[in-house]
Each structure stands twice: as C-alpha cells, then as structure tokens.
C-alpha cells in the first residue's frame, strides 16, 4: 500500500537534546512538507521540499532543520533552539501532477520533558 | 495575503441532525479551498476540494461544501450526522506565490456528535 510513514508515533526527549522525526513516503511524490499542529492553532508550516536537494524554510522554521537527500525522505531535526518543541508534528506529501492536494503521515507526538 | 477563519473551535450535533461548519476566506485572487479532517492523533485526510468550476463540491463521508465568492465562504456540511464524523475539520486556502502547493489552515473546528 502506497502511504506515508512516520516514526516513531510518540517521542520523549529532555530538554536541551536535539531529535529527529522520520518521515517515509513511497507515492513517489516530489514535494514534501513538515507542520507543527498545537491545540487550538491549526496546522503552521514549517518547512517544505519540492525537490530533491532543496528545500524552503516555512512560517515558523527557526529551531527546525530538515534534509532530502532522497525523493521518498524527509527528516525534520527539532534543535535545542526551538524555545517549546513540545507539539504535533504531521509530515505530507504532494504530486507535481496535482500540488493542491496534499497526502499526511499520521503524525509524531514529540513531548519534551 | 490568504488566510482563512473557521467560525466556532466546537461545534456538537445530534446524531441525524444537520451539521454546518463555517469556514471563511481572504484572497485577493481566486481561491482554491480544501475541508480536511482528523480523527484523534492520527493525519489529516482530504474531505473535498475546490479548485474552479461547480461551485457546490461533493466529497467523502457525505460532505459537500459550497464556494460563494459573494460571501467569500466555504461552508462544509452534512445533511445527517453520524457518530462516526466526530473529528476536528480543517478549511485550508492554497498560498500564492512562492512555492507551490503550500496551504494555509484554519485554527479547526471539534465536531462532536451526542446520540
């Protein structure tokens, strides 16, 4: 089945440690997208990937990095600059054939203690 | 600049009765809007888009939505709700400019369904 993977489900960290989100997808997509989702805020963007090799920081990318080394990856870093990491993380996928559609993984529950 | 406003963050229905999620939007071009849903710590998933064309768009579930420009609303609605539609819903705008693709969410609207 065609999807996207994200790993692990739910995450604990201390404060002060840097970690990194997987996210997976096999839909041969060439965008990819990192959201942060807090209660009551809805989704904000924090960085995307059209290609391989680029990407393009999103509305609130400090204290984040990411890479894409390849089409199917791509892992989201959560520095210690990020002041309140603690949150809802939902990776998503789009095709070049239909951009408006985006496609989500079901998400990593980061909490940092 | 786009941006959208979802009119209430809980809305609760009986089960049968009529659900109406308010979703408006600013665009200074012609938007394509998009109601998506999500079930509890799980993804979010595409409920119904529009892009041009018919101006009332139908999508999963039983879900419709109507664009009006002169309102510059996409309302998503139900005719009967079902126990099974309790989620939190999304209206999202398409951004202009800059990469394509990217959305701009609402803050979510809780739909919670009472036997």
């Known amino acids: 089945d065609g999807g996207i993977t994200q790993s692990p489900k739910y995450l604990f960290r201390k404060e002060g440690q840097n970690v990194t989100l997987s996210c997976e997808q096999n839909l041969n997509h060439d965008a990819m997208y990192w959201y942060r989702q807090d209660p009551g805020q809805g989704l904000r963007l924090i960085y995307y990937s059209q290609i391989v090799n680029d990407f393009q920081k999103g509305d609130i990318a400090e204290g984040y990095s990411v890479s894409r080394e390849k089409k199917e990856s791509f892992p989201l870093t959560v520095t210690s600059a990020q002041k309140n990491p603690t949150a809802f993380y939902l990776c998503?996928?789009?095709?070049?054939?239909?951009?408006?559609?985006?496609?989500f993984g079901p998400g990593t529950r980061l909490t940092v203690l | 600049a786009q941006s959208v406003t979802q009119l209430g963050s809980h809305v609760s229905v009986s089960e049968g009765a009529l659900v109406l999620l308010r979703c408006n939007y600013s665009s200074s071009v012609p938007p394509y809007l998009f109601w998506y849903v999500q079930y509890p710590n799980q993804g979010l998933q595409l409920l119904l888009k529009?892009?041009?064309?018919?101006?009332l768009v139908k999508g999963i579930n039983g879900f419709e939505a109507e664009f009006k420009k002169s309102e510059t609303s996409f309302h998503l609605t139900k005719p009967s709700a079902h126990m099974s539609d309790a989620a939190e819903y999304f209206c999202a705008v398409r951004v202009y400019g800059g990469s394509q693709g990217n959305l701009i969410f609402g803050k979510g609207t809780k739909l919670s369904v009472k036997p």
């Open positions: 529009y892009t041009t064309g018919a101006t």
């Open positions: 998503a996928s789009s095709s070049n054939r239909d951009t408006d559609t985006q496609y």
